[in-house]
């Protein structure tokens, strides 16, 4: 989506954030205190939103890049923007201040799974097919984990969506299980069984792979 069509996030702010009062920087409460930034959020107070973006940003983008890999119909900026969109929208529904984190998570793993199915609802739009385009430039890494990387997630977007989400947390960004289930928003005892069918359709593609055999067979964890 263009960029252009879009309403502008709260400028991020430095977290050595003040007011000026008689002269001398004076720290506000909020920098300091999840209760307080919390409750200015449910107030909808700007600058409260811009915390919570300089804050969690970089996790929500990180979270959607494991989930989303290199898919060339993704612009990370537009998913990060829709995050915290949805984020300040729905802010009132988080009740303990401690949640914080683990409620962006959920948020970035919600955001990132949307922008699937909506590619996927459209993707009878494109006229050119996936192999047509041209490849993402590789940034500098080095050309087999670029092709690890490329190949593992050509293997994860054939899976089921919740499977998908499930490995991408678990075994790319590495989190703890009671972790992944509270960003998914299942229990602990559905992240396990997701867990277990990802991993056991992603060993039996990843084996007949030539590239990918090389890893499985070492015993080599990948983590981009």
């Known amino acids: 989506m263009p960029s252009g069509s879009r309403s502008p996030l709260p400028h991020p702010v430095s977290r050595a954030g003040a007011s000026q009062s008689g002269g001398q920087l004076v720290a506000l409460p909020i920098e300091r205190d999840d209760a307080e930034l919390l409750r200015r959020l449910q107030r909808g107070d700007p600058w409260a939103k811009a915390v919570l973006f ?23 900026a537009d998913v990060v923007h829709d995050a915290f969109v949805s984020a300040y929208a729905s802010v009132h529904q988080v009740t303990d201040a401690a949640a914080l984190t683990s409620w962006m998570k959920s948020v ?17 739009l494109s006229f050119f097919s996936p192999e047509d385009l041209p490849e993402p430039a590789a940034r500098g890494a080095d050309a ?7 190949r593992t997630y050509r293997l994860l977007g054939s899976f089921p969506l919740e499977e998908r989400a499930a490995f991408a947390l678990r075994y790319i960004e590495g989190m ?12 602990l005892a559905t992240i396990k069984r997701r867990i277990a069918r990802a991993e056991a359709r992603f060993v039996r593609a990843a084996q007949r792979d030539p590239v990918l055999a090389t890893w499985i067979e070492e015993g080599t964890r990948w983590t981009p």
């Open 108 to 124: 970035a793993v919600h955001t990132a799974c949307k922008s699937i199915r909506q590619h996927k609802a459209r993707s009878w």
């Open 54 to 76: 300089e804050r969690y940003g970089a996790l929500v983008e990180r979270i959607a890049r494991r989930i989303l890999g290199g898919e060339r119909h993704t612009t990370f």
């Open 144 to 150: 087999e984990l670029r092709e690890a990387h490329d």
């Open 176 to 187: 703890e299980l009671t972790e992944a289930a509270a960003a998914c928003g299942v229990s």
